[in-house]
C-alpha cells in the first residue's frame, strides 16, 4: 500500500512539473514572438528627423500629410505619395489638383489655417522658410519639419530635402534614381552655358518695380548652378532683391534678360513685359538679339526646390539660351 501510495506521489509530482514548464515555455514564446513584433515596429515605424529648427519624430510613411512648400509638394506629387491638406490661396497652375476639395484648405502661405489643420489631426506638417516663424505654433498642432532651401548652396539644399523625404515615406530608391537624372540634364545645361561665352541677368518684376537677383540669390542658380555669368557680380543678396531701374539694365547691357512676373505667380496682372521693354531697355544687346526670355514663375517664385520644377527650371534656360 505504501509502495503504491509513493508511485502515486511521485506521478503527480512530475505532471504538476511538467505543466509548469509547458506554460513557461509558452510564456517564453509569446514574450519572444511579442518582442520581435515590438523590435519590428521599433525599427520601421519612426524616425527623428533634424532640421535647422530642432529634432522631430516622424511616424513613417505619415497619412495625414500637411505640406506648406510648393516645392516639397511638387516632389511628394512627383514621387507618388498623397498629402492631405495645402494651402489653396497661391497654388501653381501645374498643381492645380490640390486645390480640389478633396484637400483640406490650409489658408495662404502667410495665413495658416490653424483651426482647419488641427481639426486635421495631421501625422506629418511640412513647412519652409515662409512660415518659419509660425513654426511653434504648428509643432503645437502636429510633428513639423523645417525644410528650407539654402540659396547659396541650391543643389546640396535640395537634395537634402530629397533625401528627407525619401526617408520619410520609403522612396530611397527612387529619389536617387530623380536626383541621378536631375544632376544629368544640369550638367549638359551647365556645359552649354559656360560655352556660349555670354552673361545674364536675372530679373524680378512685380506692380511696377524692378529687383535684380545675382549668383547665391533666390534665382542664383542660373549662374551658380546653370553655368551662365553674371552680368554684374556685386548684386546685393537679399530676398526681395536689389531694386533697380530700366538705366541699370541699360548700363549693364546683359546678353540674355531672364524675367519673373510676380504677379502673375500670385494671382495679380501679368505687366511684365510692359514695365521690362522700355524703350530705353530696347536699346540692349538682349532686346536687340531676341533674348529677353520670361520665365514660368511657378517653378521660378512659388515652386523652386522640387523634383519638378528644378528639371522645368533647367528646361526654360535650356531653350532660352539656343
Known amino acids: 500500500m505504501k509502495k503504491k501510495l509513493s508511485l502515486f506521489l511521485i506521478i503527480a509530482m512530475l505532471s504538476i512539473f511538467a505543466a509548469a514548464c509547458g506554460g513557461a515555455d509558452d510564456n517564453s514564446s509569446e514574450n519572444q514572438e511579442g518582442g520581435a513584433e515590438g523590435n519590428g515596429e521599433a525599427q520601421t515605424d519612426e524616425i527623428t528627423i533634424s532640421h535647422e529648427l530642432g529634432e522631430t519624430a516622424v511616424t ?22 498623397e498629402v492631405a491638406a495645402v494651402p489653396q490661396a497661391t497654388v501653381p497652375a501645374y498643381l492645380e489638383k490640390y486645390e480640389g476639395d478633396e484637400y483640406v484648405n490650409a489658408g495662404s502661405l502667410k495665413e495658416p489655417d490653424f483651426e482647419a489643420i488641427a481639426e486635421l489631426g495631421p501625422d506629418l506638417i511640412i513647412i519652409s522658410a515662409r512660415q518659419m516663424e509660425l513654426y511653434e505654433e504648428f509643432a503645437e498642432i502636429g510633428p513639423t519639419v523645417y525644410m528650407p532651401l539654402d540659396y547659396e548652396n541650391y543643389m546640396e539644399s535640395f537634395k537634402g530635402n530629397m533625401v528627407t523625404l525619401a526617408q520619410i515615406f520609403d522612396k ?11 544632376d544629368e540634364v544640369i ?8 560655352g556660349i561665352g555670354k552673361n545674364a541677368l536675372v530679373i524680378l518684376a512685380n506692380e511696377g518695380n524692378l529687383s535684380a537677383y545675382g549668383p ?18 556685386s548684386i546685393e543678396i537679399s530676398t526681395h532683391g536689389q531694386n533697380i531701374s ?18 502673375a505667380a500670385v494671382g495679380g496682372e501679368s505687366s511684365a513685359k510692359s514695365i521690362v521693354e522700355t524703350e530705353l531697355v530696347k536699346t540692349t544687346k538682349a532686346f536687340q538679339d531676341d533674348n529677353i526670355v520670361y520665365l514660368n514663375p511657378d517653378y521660378w517664385y512659388l515652386s ?11 528646361k526654360e534656360i535650356e531653350a532660352g539660351i539656343q
Open 187 to 194: 550638367a549638359g545645361l551647365k556645359e552649354k552655358g559656360e
Open 172 to 182: 530611397e530608391a527612387e529619389v536617387e534614381a530623380k536626383l541621378a537624372a536631375v
Open 246 to 263: 530700366p538705366e541699370y539694365i541699360v548700363e549693364m547691357d546683359p546678353d540674355y534678360l531672364f524675367v519673373i512676373d510676380r504677379g
Open 304 to 314: 523652386g526646390g522640387g523634383l519638378i520644377s528644378v528639371a522645368e527650371m533647367v
Open 60 to 81: 513613417k510613411n505619415p497619412q495625414k500629410v500637411v505640406v506648406f512648400d510648393f516645392g516639397i509638394l511638387d516632389s511628394l506629387d512627383k514621387l507618388g505619395v
Open 216 to 233: 547665391g540669390s533666390r534665382f542664383g542658380i542660373i549662374h551658380d548652378e546653370f553655368g551662365i555669368p553674371a552680368v554684374d557680380e
